[in-house]
């Protein structure tokens, strides 16, 4: 992915959400980073476009949201995904719960997508 000049603002607010993260997301983040999963590169709360990614692995230009029950139905996430699926990323989605109750399954089908560039989210 080229590098782009990310405004100080998006970048800070960037931050912010790293330090604020909700505990589905500080519980992904323990199986991604470091290259934990697979040897795979994540980067977390990442600028991408006008967004700011929950979690990215260029490599797979996979983008990974963990969403709670407000976005159930958001039609600023359908536009959202749009935008980055024409920045030429998949936007894979999992909801708070899944990642709380079953880590193991969320893993599992992150793992796929990375290692299969054609399947597409379900959502």
């Known amino acids: ?8 603002r998006r970048r800070a607010f960037a931050r912010t959400l790293r330090r604020e993260a ?13 290259r934990r ?5 994540f980067r977390r709360q990442v600028p991408v476009g006008r967004f700011v990614a929950d979690f990215l692995c260029s490599d797979a230009m996979l983008i990974v949201e963990v969403d709670g029950s407000q976005h159930a139905g958001s039609m600023r996430d359908d536009k959202r995904t749009a935008e980055l ?3 030429g990323f998949r936007a894979l989605r999992f909801w708070n ?4 109750r079953d880590m193991r399954s969320v893993c599992a089908t992150i793992l796929a997508y990375v290692r299969d560039t054609g399947l597409q989210p379900w959502r």
């Open 37 to 41: 999963l697979d040897g795979i590169k």
């Open 1 to 8: 992915m080229p590098h782009q000049s990310v405004p100080a």
């Open 85 to 87: 699926n024409r920045l």
């Open 22 to 34: 909700t505990e589905a997301e500080d519980r992904l983040w323990q199986e991604l980073r470091g």
């Open 97 to 100: 719960n899944d990642a709380l």
